[in-house]
């Protein structure tokens, strides 16, 4: 099945700054979505993105898939913005094959 | 928008009982859903695809005697964990399928965090 791997593990950063996280995905996919955990565990669903670029806000996302790889952006970090970050990729011929996620990244946004 | 309700959110229960936990699609129709797996500070794990109307295809390495699903309608697939021990501690989420715009977005439910005693 597919491998996907998240960068950072870990990142702090104080309020106001920008972050980029990564994640590499192991075959084609023609799902890829992010997410933020937020402290009760649910899962946000932030972008759809198996290609192209999209934005929502302070939030914005990158998927090159003929390399493989999705970039999440973060500009002008709130506190509100801590929790982890999940990608999740498929591919699926059906329709009917869940994602497998990344071990996520845990943000830190200090005041 | 589309809503998966998960219920109950969390359930304490004694080692050796059953416990199900129920996944509704309140605003549409789900044919497929899935149930993960969290562990505490890990990532979520696929445990099944739960089909309507059909058995569920289980990943490898999970016990379909310990975790029965049933997915009776397009609305409402469950898990049952049987005979529960300390170790099925853990947050339990379903997901579910929702086609838009030829898009196939997992939307998930808010967990159910079951702790065995």
């Known amino acids: 099945g597919i491998q996907v791997e998240q960068s950072p593990p870990d990142l702090i950063l104080q309020e106001g700054a920008n972050s980029t996280l990564r994640c590499n995905f192991s075959d084609s996919v023609n799902n890829l979505q992010w997410f933020h955990q937020n402290p009760w565990g649910q899962l946000i669903n932030l972008f759809y993105i198996p290609s192209g670029t999209k934005q929502n806000g302070r939030l914005s996302a990158t998927t090159v898939a003929t390399e493989r790889y999705s970039l999440l952006y973060i500009s002008s970090s709130q506190t509100t913005d801590s929790g982890v970050y999940f990608c999740?990729?498929?591919?699926?011929?059906?329709?009917?094959?869940?994602?497998?996620f990344g071990k996520g990244t845990h943000l830190i946004i200090q005041p | 928008g589309a809503v998966v309700s998960q219920h109950p959110s969390w359930v304490i229960c004694k080692s050796g009982t059953s416990v199900k936990i129920e996944c509704r699609s309140l605003d549409f129709q789900a044919t497929t859903m899935f149930w993960y797996r969290q562990f505490p500070k890990q990532s979520l794990m696929l445990m099944a695809t739960?089909?309507?109307?059909?058995?569920?295809?289980?990943e490898q390495g999970v016990e379909k005697d310990k975790f029965l699903i049933n997915h009776a309608s397009l609305t409402l697939s469950t898990l049952t964990v049987t005979s529960a021990h300390p170790e099925d501690s853990s947050f339990y989420i379903c997901?579910?399928?929702?086609?838009?715009?030829?898009?196939?977005?997992?939307?998930f439910g808010a967990g159910s965090r079951l702790t065995v005693l």
């Open positions: 999740a990729a498929a591919y699926s011929g059906g329709g009917a094959d869940g994602l497998t």
């Open positions: 739960s089909n309507e109307g059909s058995k569920a295809t289980y």
């Open positions: 997901s579910a399928r929702i086609r838009a715009s030829g898009a196939n977005v997992l939307t």
